[in-house]
């Protein structure tokens, strides 16, 4: 019975072994950006991620990890799929701009040697493969972000005189429009 079994191509695997899926969130103000159709990067994060969560179907174990100058853990570590959706609806990106070199460090250590990592973010990874030499086969960059006109303030500058009881503020502004 064993060789027939072996012979068939029967597999061992443990009925308990649920897929891992460690999502990065780019916390970053720009994952808020609005387009024209008043959708943000955001918003096809948020769906991108629900459809792989369904995907993976009620077994899978999710961690949201959100970026930043300290990253943090969102859902989990190794929520049920159920737990996913109210953490997405309170995540509301508002960081300034920062590395997600952290924020992937610490999603890959959540996700561990067999859990796959998905990073969401409104940019393209570097040329350098910010992935680093291991685990790159269970990492999907998805870039969800799209080039919007805008101007902003790119840079701030607070200078204080005591002896004169006056401060001054300068901004650096960034024109990112076809318009002056």
Do not use: C, F, Y
């Amino acid at each position: 019975l064993a060789l027939a079994l072996i012979l068939a191509g029967a597999r061992l695997s443990s009925a308990g072994v649920s897929p891992h899926l460690v999502v990065l969130l780019d916390d970053s103000a720009s994952m808020a950006a609005v387009n024209a159709r008043g959708k943000s990067a955001r918003d096809r994060a948020v769906r991108r991620v629900l459809e792989e969560v369904d995907r993976l179907g009620n077994r899978a174990r999710v961690t949201l990890v959100e970026s930043g100058e300290r990253p943090s853990v969102l859902v989990g570590p190794a929520a049920l799929a159920a737990d996913v959706r109210p953490g997405l609806d309170a995540w509301q990106p508002e960081a300034p701009h920062h590395s997600l070199a952290l924020g992937l460090r610490l999603a890959r250590e959540l996700a561990g040697p067999t859990g796959r990592l998905l990073v969401m973010s409104d940019v393209t990874p570097s040329p350098r493969d910010p992935r680093g030499p291991r685990g790159e086969e269970r990492v999907l960059w998805a870039s969800v972000g799209e080039p919007l006109a805008n101007v902003g303030i790119t840079a701030a500058e607070r200078t204080i005189t005591p002896a004169e009881g006056r401060g001054a503020v300068a901004l650096t502004l960034g024109n990112h429009s076809d318009s002056p």
